[in-house]
């Protein structure tokens, strides 16, 4: 059996952060948005705000990361199963000053891994040295055909108008990752 390196997403594939972002959100401002109007990756724009205004809300959302909930229910045993395949990197974005939070979440979970690695942008990481990238972000399905990785893009609002290919295959959970993952490093 072939081992895998997997570069593995925090936001949106392991926390469902945008749930709890919009707890705060609507709390804020008395607005109603629900998960499946967020459609677009840079949503934000359509309530008139910016880039910095959306990402102090998520910080402030980390902040309060024993609220955060997890995609799926027993995320730490499902990471676990797909880190019998090889070595499951954390592979974020996140402002490195909720990285704190992040790890007591992580450690909360339960949830295995080798190393977290935090970089500039999210843009990057097609670039890195990993054979998979199990991911939410829209943004990097374009850089993974390109760099000939394969992206098990984590089904998402935001994300449904990226098309599946050679490259791209979408999963609703990562028990769908665990089983196209075994039967590739099977062969």
């Not at 997403?9 to 998960?35: C, E, H, P, S």
């Not at 054979?131 to 000939?148: E, N």
């Amino acid at each position: 059996m072939r081992l895998i390196k997997i570069a593995l997403d925090l936001d949106g594939v392991l926390a469902d952060t945008m749930r709890l972002w919009l707890k705060i959100w609507n709390r804020r401002t008395g607005q109603n948005l629900t998960y499946e109007e967020l459609v677009e990756w840079d949503f934000w724009q359509r309530l008139d705000i910016s880039e910095s205004e959306f990402m102090e809300l998520m910080n402030e959302a980390w902040r309060l990361w024993k609220m955060m909930p997890p995609t799926e229910p027993d995320i730490g045993e499902k990471v676990a199963k797909l880190k019998s395949l090889g070595r499951i990197d954390i592979v974020t974005a996140r402002p490195r000053e909720t990285e704190p939070y992040v790890l007591r979440w992580l450690e909360m979970h339960r949830i295995p891994y080798s190393e977290y690695v935090w970089i500039r942008s999210g843009r990057m990481k097609p670039k890195l040295n990993y054979d998979v990238f199990i991911d939410d972000s829209p943004l990097i399905a374009d850089g993974c055909t390109l760099y000939r990785k394969k992206l098990l893009l984590y089904d998402r609002p935001w994300n449904r108008e990226v098309e599946e290919s050679r490259y791209i295959r979408r999963i609703r959970n990562l028990n769908e990752a665990y089983e196209i993952l075994r039967g590739e490093t099977l062969t």
